[in-house]
C-alpha cells in the first residue's frame, strides 16, 4: 500500500517549455488535490478532482491545467511554464469520514512526498 | 469566509520545553480542524484533527491540542519537546464537510535546541 505517489520528485525546465506531473493513489479515495507550497504562503489549492472524469478549480488555477481520467490518478500540466511557478508541489486524496452525530461528513486528506519544480 | 492565521512564523525552544504553537480560525459554522506536521523534504502528515467529540484531541508523538470556541482557537501543544520535533507545522479548517476544501494557515517552523 503505497498511498499516494508523485512523479517525478525533481525537476528543471526553462520558461515556455511544458511539462505534466502525475499523481497516483491507491486508497481508492474519490477527491484528489493539487497544491503549491512556497515559502511563507502554505498551501494554496490549484486544482481539485471530487471523482473520476471531474475537475473543479481552487484557489490558484491560472497556468496550469488537470485531468483525472482514472480514478486513482490525477495530473497536473504546466503548457508554458513561467518563473512563477517554481515551487513544491503535492498531491492529496480523501474519502468521505464521519458523518455522525448530525454533522456532515468531512475529508481527511493524505498527502505525497511533493515534487521540487524549478523554472529558470 | 473561513480562514486561518499561525500566529508566529518560527518558534524555538529547548529540548524538554513546552511547545505551544498557535492557530486562530474564522469560520461561520462549526468546523472541521486539523493540525499537520511537515518534515524536512517530506509530505505533509496528519498530526491531529477535531471533528467536534471531544475538545481536547490527542495526536501522534505527544502533540494535542484543545478546541475554544470562545476563542476561535485550536492551538497545538507538546509537554516536552524533542529534537525529533523540528519541522514545520500547519494548522487548516474545513467548515463545509465534503464540499469543503482544506484552508491552510501560513505555516510554524519549529526549531529545538539541545
Known amino acids: 500500500n503505497a498511498g499516494v505517489t508523485q512523479t517525478p520528485k525533481f525537476r528543471v525546465l526553462k520558461t515556455g517549455q511544458s511539462m505534466t506531473l502525475l499523481c497516483a493513489q491507491d486508497m481508492n479515495h474519490e477527491y484528489m488535490y493539487w497544491y503549491r507550497q512556497d515559502p511563507g504562503m502554505g498551501l494554496r489549492l490549484i486544482h481539485y478532482s471530487v471523482g473520476e472524469g471531474t475537475t473543479a478549480k481552487g484557489e490558484v488555477p491560472d497556468g496550469y491545467n488537470v485531468s483525472r481520467l482514472k480514478k486513482q490518478n490525477f495530473l497536473l500540466g504546466l503548457e508554458s511554464a513561467a518563473p512563477s511557478q517554481t515551487s513544491v508541489y503535492f498531491c492529496?486524496?480523501?474519502?468521505?469520514?464521519?458523518?455522525?452525530?448530525?454533522?456532515?461528513?468531512?475529508?481527511?486528506?493524505?498527502f505525497g512526498p511533493g515534487t521540487r519544480l524549478t523554472v529558470l | 469566509a473561513q480562514s486561518v492565521t499561525q500566529l508566529g512564523s518560527h518558534v524555538s525552544v529547548s529540548e524538554g520545553a513546552l511547545v505551544l504553537l498557535r492557530c486562530n480560525y474564522s469560520?461561520?459554522?462549526?468546523?472541521?480542524l486539523f493540525w499537520y506536521v511537515q518534515y524536512p523534504n517530506q509530505g505533509l502528515q496528519l498530526l491531529l484533527k477535531?471533528?467536534?467529540?471531544?475538545?481536547l484531541v490527542k495526536g501522534i508523538n505527544g502533540f494535542e491540542a484543545e478546541f475554544k470556541k470562545s476563542e476561535t482557537s485550536f492551538h497545538l501543544t507538546k509537554p516536552s519537546a524533542h529534537m525529533s520535533d523540528a519541522a514545520e507545522y500547519f494548522c487548516a479548517v474545513s467548515d463545509k464537510g465534503l464540499q469543503g476544501n482544506l484552508i491552510f494557515g501560513k505555516g510554524t517552523k519549529l526549531s529545538v535546541k539541545p
Open positions: 477535531y471533528t467536534s467529540a471531544a475538545t
Open positions: 469560520s461561520s459554522v462549526p468546523p472541521y
Open positions: 492529496a486524496s480523501s474519502a468521505e469520514t464521519g458523518g455522525t452525530s448530525g454533522r456532515p461528513a468531512y475529508n481527511e486528506q493524505f
